[in-house]
């Protein structure tokens, strides 16, 4: 895969857990790995670089400020980045994959999980929210429920109150959901959220905790 920053060199990743960092809009691979702090000692951490070159940074699809998007350019983009991803695992038999993604980053990990909600032993989202995709909404609620950690500050002004609205009636109808808010962290990743998520990361990491829906369940 290229442009990705690892947290362990190529000697170290074989059969370990993978934890796929998404950036936010407009960045870059770099902005993910403070992250890498929370990885456990069992994972190793790939931050990942988006396909789109915006503004001189980085993104996974366009973009506008109220956080529209064209739903063929959300799919087009995780499906693009579930090949790449299906590439490491063939290379490094990693023993798990998990997700963590930042603003539109948790948009694409909530793509990711939904086209495969199988494959993926734990998500985070992180200041972001779930991009709204009537295709895939069909076929929902998902057939599990993944270990899913969304960290916000209620006080963020990039992502609007129907976004957010949007994301927790998905999360909570989806995943087996653990929401923790952040006073004055604002749009951004922040120490003790950091440290939450390593928290989460260590519980659900080399265990498998998701939750199979009963076949009527809604």
């Known amino acids: 895969m290229e442009n990705v920053t690892w947290s362990a060199p190529a000697d170290r990743r074989r059969g370990r857990e993978l934890v796929v960092l998404l950036h936010g809009y407009g960045s870059g691979e770099q902005a993910m790995e403070p992250l890498f702090a929370a990885l456990p000692e069992s994972a190793v951490g790939a931050a990942v670089r988006g396909g789109l070159e915006v503004g001189g940074g980085s993104g996974w699809f366009l973009l506008d400020p109220l956080l529209a998007s064209d739903t063929s350019e959300v799919l087009e983009a995780a499906l693009k980045l579930l090949s790449q991803l299906d590439r490491l695992r063939s290379e490094y038999a990693f023993s798990g994959v998990s997700l963590a993604g930042f603003s539109q980053g948790m948009a694409m990990a909530g793509t990711l999980l939904r086209l495969r909600p199988q494959e993926f032993r734990a998500v985070v989202g992180l200041s ?91």
């Open 128 to 218: 972001g929210f779930i991009a709204p995709n009537p295709l895939l909404a069909a076929s929902e609620p998902l057939p599990v429920r993944v270990p899913f950690f969304w960290g916000r500050d209620r006080q963020d002004w990039v992502i609007n109150a129907d976004a957010v609205n949007h994301t927790q009636d998905w999360l909570e109808e989806n995943t087996a959901l653990t929401a923790r808010t952040y006073p004055g962290m604002g749009h951004s990743i922040g120490a003790q959220e950091i440290a939450d998520v390593g928290v989460f990361l260590r519980r659900y990491l080399n265990s498998d905790t998701r939750q199979e829906k009963p076949p009527h369940a809604r």
